[in-house]
DNA sequence: ACCTGAACACCGTTCAAGT
DNA sequence: ACCTGAACACCGTTCAAGT
């Protein structure tokens, strides 16, 4: 069983070439590394889906044996809890929100949390089964910060918190899945008029064709933020 | 290629034993049947999860040859369906609720829906990425006749819809997956103990431990149907 | 009408090496 | 320290049959 990389380790060993292995002919960049391998992977599930990372297909792109990408990588798994962490990064609320508008802030961080798994749709429906990873943390904890400095009491906080975390991740999953699939949609709708004796309102309202879907995630995202904390 | 079986047939053969095809020496039940695949499927999703069905295994638990499913069902993807809707079911509200209390109606039928659900944690997560089937359509169109009968306007009624379906989605799936990883959990915990520096807000609310999930549901459900259509 | 086994083109991962 | 191929124990599904 070979030593395996720790996970620690990182990029900053440019500057210090010298180290305390034995000097190295030309110092050359491995040919693999973790960042590669996250960034790659990202590649392919935007391309193909959640079905479509394979190790397999995984080393082909980065131009390896399979077995190679286990040096730096745990398992598949782990590939997965990488990638989807990579996507979830935030910047912080631009510099237009003025920093006592505790609302504007939620509302920005939770929009721009939704934008980035819309973007990558794969990611959403992954999010919930997966460990929490730095950045989706990051974001919990500035949600918490901002409810809590908003003046939602300690004792609430955490219903507070995870209200919202269930509606961001149900319509964004939601939302993900119907724009996947825009001809499976069509034919649900086609067979859905079919049976319009059985679900008449439905069919009338045509739930399941032309939905405004950001105009109503913000509007429930309304009603929500009314309800735990109302407007001053 | 052989003629597939159309999958409109049904189970009403048994008074009128005589049809078209030739008599056969005792006309015993076929080993498989639709249904019994299904009942199956959901059997070992209940015990082993998502990964854990697999064509082969649920063969093996019919006694039959793995090929032999396919006359019954066209692939994995259509047990899948099947065993989803199979779950979703709705018997109405109970005979406690008036019927001119639409606000229980609603909340009763949501929170049998979320039930059903943690009950079969493998439906959560694969309700939004499938087709949707007839039990969950009925739910819908129930949720929709009654909203319309509470006063919702046309105009708003398919944001309202989607905004509960969002809902209630996303508390159910956070749920059932936080469910299923106790000690997965624990060690996330564990991890962000380790990291308290980082994250201190959601450290000291003790944000990934206890929560009582039921309650922080409901409360949010009161919220969006405060906001949706304000008690009278 | 209903069931079957062999075969194909895939998977993730272990192991024992190579440099 | 980093990369590799062979091998194992799995997958879903096609095909050409059997009764």
Chains 1, 2 share one sequence.
Do not use: C
């Not at 286990?70 to 237009?96: M, S």
């Not at 964004?172 to 699939?181: H, K, M, Q, Y």
């Not at 069509?186 to 069919?203: K, V, W």
């Amino acid at each position: 069983m070979a030593a395996k990389r720790s996970g620690a380790q990182n990029k900053q060993f440019q500057q210090t070439s010298v180290r305390l292995q034995p000097v190295q002919e030309a110092s050359r960049e491995p040919l693999l590394s973790r960042e590669r391998i996250v960034a790659t992977a990202v590649e392919l599930l935007d391309a193909q889906g959640i079905g479509g990372l394979t190790m397999r297909r995984l080393a082909d792109r980065l131009g390896s044996g399979v077995m190679s990408l286990y040096w730096h990588v745990d398992n598949k798994e782990d590939v997965f809890d990488l990638a989807l962490d990579a996507v979830l990064e935030y910047r912080g609320p631009p510099q237009t929100i003025e920093p006592q508008d505790w609302r504007g802030e939620v509302v920005h961080m939770l929009e721009d949390w939704r934008a980035s798994m819309l973007r990558h749709p794969w990611s959403a429906s992954l999010l919930p089964r997966r460990a929490l990873g730095p950045n989706i943390l990051s974001r919990l904890e500035l949600l918490s910060k901002t409810l809590s400095r908003a003046g939602v009491a300690d004792a609430e906080l955490n219903a507070a918190i995870w209200s919202l975390w269930n509606y961001v991740m149900g319509a964004t999953i939601t939302r993900a899945s119907f724009d996947l699939s825009d001809d499976e949609r069509a034919t649900a709708q086609l067979r859905l008029t079919r049976l319009s004796e059985r679900y008449p309102t439905i069919e009338r309202s045509r739930l399941l064709l032309d939905n405004d879907w950001d105009g109503a995630f913000r509007k429930g995202l309304d009603f929500l933020l009314d309800g735990l904390a109302p407007r001053q």
